[in-house]
């Protein structure tokens, strides 16, 4: 009987020696404590880091778009002049003395962006008569021919959301005897501007759906889902008519 019991205590000893090998020892968690610390320091550098390169990349993207406004404040955009009579310069001239009677118009060049019925990019020499000539487009409403700032990309995609935002509240309030103004890339309702900040809807600074929820006494909130998602995509191309690689 002693000799079984001492076998067993052998047993339970060696069992328990083993089993103390896979526990961690206060030097262990000391370790492993230090090692988490250094991690998380590592983390926070990482994402310091990661928000100065994404503020560096907003400050990059600002500056460009800057640029790329300012380049383009001589310029205006002709829509609606037909193809065939390809004596630009000469149209574009004509068009524009008639909406500002008196005074000197100078062009650089006036060049069609595409074929067809293409607008019309006209540079002028400078643009001390640009704001007068956009203030009284409204003249050539039914001529069939419009004249618009030259917009960037970014100014051009903000515009095109406005314009989709209008047409959402006017299809659903028509009774609403609220002015709506487009105004480059924002809309004035009210006296209130409606901006697209950091692809957010603003107005005057106040988040845009608790202005106009108040201002349409509605729930405008699927309305500027769907402006915040709008995306216009370019026309497909047509495919020539003697294109024997068309499917017929």
């Known amino acids: 009987m002693d000799e079984m019991f001492s076998r067993i205590m052998v047993g339970f000893s060696k069992l328990l020696e083993d089993s103390l090998k ?52 001589n310029n205006l955009i002709l829509k609606g002049l037909p193809a065939g009579n390809e004596n630009l310069m000469h149209t574009s001239t004509k068009i524009l003395r008639e909406l500002v009677v008196g005074k000197e118009i100078g062009i650089d060049r006036a060049t069609r962006l595409g074929r067809g019925n293409a607008p019309v990019l006209i540079e002028m020499t400078d643009n001390h008569v640009v704001p007068e000539i956009l203030k009284n487009a409204g003249k050539l409403i039914k001529t069939g021919v419009s004249i ?13 959301r406005m314009l989709k935002l209008r047409w959402e509240l006017r299809n659903r309030f028509p009774n609403a005897n609220l002015s709506m103004k487009l105004n480059d890339d924002t809309l004035k309702i009210d006296g209130k501007t409606i901006a697209c900040i950091e692809d957010e809807l603003k107005c005057d600074g ?21 402006v915040k998602n709008f995306v216009v995509l370019p026309p497909k191309k047509q ?6 690689s068309t499917v017929k």
């Not at 000391?30 to 990349?57: P, T």
């Not at 618009?148 to 095109?160: E, F, G």
């Open 22 to 73: 896979e526990v961690a020892t206060k030097s262990d968690l000391g370790h492993l404590g230090n090692l988490i610390k250094k991690i998380a320091v590592e983390n926070d550098f990482l994402r310091a880091s990661v928000d100065r390169l994404k503020k560096e990349n907003a400050d990059l993207r600002y500056q460009i778009e800057e640029v790329d406004r300012r380049s383009r404040k």
């Open 148 to 160: 618009s700032k030259d917009l960037t990309p970014l100014m051009r995609s903000k515009a095109n």
């Open 239 to 244: 495919n020539p008519k003697n294109d024997d």
């Open 206 to 226: 106040e988040d845009a759906l608790l202005v106009l929820n108040k201002m349409f006494d509605a729930d405008v909130g699927d309305i500027l889902a769907r």
